[in-house]
């Protein structure tokens, strides 16, 4: 009987602090808002904000228990500061379920799916699998075991495989029936799964060199997307490229984004010293809010995201050394907080989780973001999304029918400046003219701030139609409600 009270006892406090109800929702599916449909809901009509990073296999481990241990950790932070979304790559050498032979699915690979999946159920997060990564047949690549391997060996003929070319691959029948036996077994497996978030084609697909170029990439996309949909109704499919940092990159993001069953427009950006494009030379938040911007201007009316944003050498190389000195997650704050206020559908997800998130015990920075959208529902105010300079800051405002957030950013103080330079940033104060929000006035009920450097709210008042910002650092967010 007292074991029964004590039970009884655990379970309503557990529903007290809004356990019940993560329960509840962790029973329905990810989809695109039937009401605004540049945002996710639930499939019970509530909304869905993804939060969380790139953490899409245990860099350079390869032993399951070790692997899975690390994983855990990770979604453990994850879940502690209130993230609900990841990714794995399904292709990563951990995860490889096609390892030894073309068609042969190993047992225990799978076995390593399902336990992750597992992990993401006990943490709240729900998982965007990426099918494939690979962009040679041959094992000609110098890599480190447990890292993420661009070669698949099994699909070679010489190795007993169907091909002799990765175009053979693409542009055959063949090719497809190959890629689509592969994910058939992996969707029919999880797709009453409500803890997978959607399936993704292929990570930076247009990094595969096909002799047929633009068209070849675009053409695979749609027949695979619509075969995949064919397969699973309950999940998003999507299909992605790789970081925008080229001219002659907007062509093909255009096209791949515009498919109309390519559920989410997803971008990935890096800080890159080999890109052309300025902006990835540039402060973060310029950067991040710059691929929303980009996507947003191809008029598609769905949700995006920006699937990879983080810093790296030139051209890739390796991770950028700016991340051994950004112990405070400078960089991980605009690219969490840049992209949802200019309009996308949830956080920016960072790479480098283990470079940067992990080293850097970041984690924290999850809550930040968190915290300064708390209480806010897309789906009911109809934000719009607009960028403004005001004295000291770029402001970038979210103006809904009752809610208008809005995210200052400190115009000089960035990572150049504070990593580079070693320039601590200074305080700064400011004020927001209510006519850069709205060209109707409109009745203000409260206004708040919210320092996420401080974790702290704080109210302030409206003074001959400015709203005066008290003294912050870097940057600080702006709740006005209104009548």
Known sequence: MKKALHLLLVFLLFCSFGGAQQLTDDLYFVR????????????????????????????????????LENIEMMYKNLAKFGANYTRIMLGAEFF????????????????????????????HLRVKFCFEQFRFLKDNTKRFPGSLTFHKPVYNIENGGSFTTIDEFFSTEKGKEVYMNRVSFIVNRYKNNPNVFGWELWNEINSVQLLGGEQSTI?????????????????????????????????????????????????HRYIDFGAELKVCQGPMDILASDAVK?????????????????????????????????????????????????GSAGSGQSWHWKEYLERNNLWYQFERFNEAIKGINPLVENFQPSEFLIPECKAYALCGKNTTLV?????????QTELVENKAPSAIQTSIPLSKLWNNQKKIKTIEIYDPWKNKWSDIKLIDNLIKIPAFKRSIVVKIKTL
């Open 407 to 415: 995210w200052l950013r400190d115009v000089k103080s960035n990572w």
């Open 294 to 342: 980009e996507l947003r201007n191809f008029g598609q009316n769905k949700p995006i995201l920006c699937g990879e944003l983080g810093a790296v050498e030139p051209n890739h190389a390796a991770p950028s050394k700016l991340y051994i000195k950004d112990t405070l997650g400078i960089l991980l704050h605009d690219i969490l907080f840049a992209p949802f206020f200019a």
């Open 219 to 267: 053409n695979w996309s749609k027949d695979i997307l619509t075969r995949v949909h064919k397969l699973d109704s309950n999940h998003l499919v999507m299909q992605n490229l790789g970081s925008f940092g080229f001219n002659s990159d907007r062509s093909i993001y255009k096209s791949i984004t515009s498919i109309p069953n390519n559920d989410v427009a997803t971008i």
């Open 32 to 67: 695109v808002s039937k009401t605004d449909p540049r945002y996710f809901e639930l499939s019970n009509g509530k909304l869905y904000i993804p939060v969380g990073p790139n953490i899409c296999f245990p860099r350079l481990i390869l032993d399951e228990k070790l692997g």
């Open 96 to 123: 490889e379920i096609e390892n030894k032979k073309q068609g042969v699915f190993e047992k225990s690979q799978i076995e390593r799916v399902d336990k992750v999946l597992a992990l993401a159920k006990k943490y």
